[in-house]
């Protein structure tokens, strides 16, 4: 009941500072974000939602994003549904507007202010659309959509899979390793047919349209099927081959849309698109979603075998950037692929070192600025955060906002993927059975091809190169003259400074920095990447 209680305050806190129940126009979550569709961005009190115990930090993209935390965000949104309903419920009738010479209200004059200050965060929002709104990102976007909300079964699969093999391993319990076998694979058995769903959902067409269609793929009576000169098998193709059908699926629906008489629609309009899509599907998509599914493994594997140091260092190293500019959500169905043919992805273990990196800078932060209280606060409170994989607080919080930290950041990670790296090209394989969780979280999730004690050691020397690495390079070439001098300053009030203030001293936000109103929020959303930081 308290922890009902914290995150009904929690949500309570939250709503009148994005404008109240009428300001909201959608709410979602993904596992460390309240996600708000807002009708007045100027109603938003940014400085007031970073100042909130709860709240780790706030990212503005396609929607206003409040970063809470991962378990925290599934839990508060559910609370904060009830509340807007609630208030929507009980919205009074408008308020007649004052007679002449009436004395302005004070939401009048809060709202001159609010204008003023939408001013500049509409120049800003501008500016980042104009950079994130192309048509390769926006379609990014929505492969993120569609795998994005398969990611808690997928964690969840993966760690019974790792406690399945365990067991097996250590031969306890042989009446429930099967039953825990199937939890585990049942998921990964079906999961052509979820991505079929949301993938029309998020283009556009009836989801189950496009789950139906999918779900040819993994139908074992494709084994009687031949086409290419090849008897096809269930599965082929996986996610690849079930995103490709599903799509067309809504093409070929929107079709007979336009076409189809309306009185005829209910009957001829599902029945075109799975049998046309089914037939692309069976005699095309499968069989090439296949051969590109078997590239795609083969070419992890033979990257990993023969330049593992090499590739781990730079993909360790530009994960990060890849993040801040939106281009990691293209590796999400390389992971999903991989972990459908293979048990497990090689290549999140490496990505999850830039994480790594960003702690290794972070702490390294916190000892070259001694004297500023308010970026040492932000390094205590989101560090342990930052352990677990979490790292937008650290990125926004601190080393982005910085600028020069943020490349250290990016070194740490490069070492750290290389040590990971250079272990794979020696033949003791590191990946992983889910994506989404990484730093600390990952352990859970880690499989390989020598034994799960070498595989665990593997990725935790990995995490300590990394920290390492980001600690030195940020400690002896994040800071210039010019940044110490700025930056390495108390931010606390002093006397004089709370008796102008009338006795109250500033409030110390949570997630930023000193002087972050000059440093407008950076970039897109880092962690609709489920490939963690």
Sequence with gaps: MATEDKNRATAAAILPLVGGAANVASIAHCMTRLRLGLHDRSLVDDEALK??????????????????????????????EHLVEEGRAAAPAASPAPAPGDAPSASAVSAVSADELAAQGAAIKAQQKAKNATPFKLFLRKIANIFVPL????????IIAGLNGLLVNLEWLPAVTPALAAMASGFMALIAVFVGYNTAKEFGGTPILGGAVAAIIVFPGVANIDAFGQTLSPGQGGVLGALGAAVLAVYVEKWCRR???????????????????????I???????GEVSSAI?????????????????????????????????????????????????????????????????????????????????????????????????????????????????????????????????LGDTVGSTAIGPSGWALFPLLDGNHGLGSTIAIYGGGLLVGYVAGFLATYFFGFGKELLTEFNVSQEPTPSTVAATGGTPPAPTATTGPDHRDHPDPGPDPAKAPAGV
Aim: glycine share 16%.
């Design 51 to 80: 100042a909130l115990p709860a709240v780790m930090g706030v990212v503005e993209d396609d929607t206003y994003q409040i970063v809470l935390g991962p378990g925290t965000a599934a839990r508060v949104t559910p609370e904060f």
């Design 283 to 289: 005699f095309g998509l499968m069989y090439v979603a």
């Design 151 to 158: 990611i808690p079964a997928l964690i969840g699969c993966g």
């Design 259 to 281: 076409w189809v008489p309306e009185a005829l629609d209910v009957l001829v309009t599902p029945t075109l698109t799975v049998l046309i899509s089914g037939l692309v599907t």
């Design 297 to 425: 493994g083969t070419f992890a594997d033979w990257l990993l075998s023969n330049g593992g140091a090499g590739a781990g260092f730079v993909l360790g190293g530009l994960f990060l950037p890849l993040v801040m500019l939106g281009l990691h959500q293209a590796l999400i169905p390389i992971h999903t692929t991989l972990i459908e043919q293979q048990g497990y992805t090689v290549l999140l273990p490496i990505l999850a070192m830039a994480g790594a990196g960003q702690v290794g800078a972070a702490v390294a932060v916190y000892f070259r600025l001694p004297r500023n209280e308010s970026i040492r606060r932000t390094i205590k409170s989101a560090l342990p955060a930052g352990l677990l994989g979490v790292g937008e607080p650290l990125i926004y919080g601190v080393s982005l906002p910085l600028g020069r930290p943020f490349i250290t950041a990016c070194v740490g990670g490069a070492f750290g993927g290389g040590f990971v790296g250079l272990f794979n090209q």
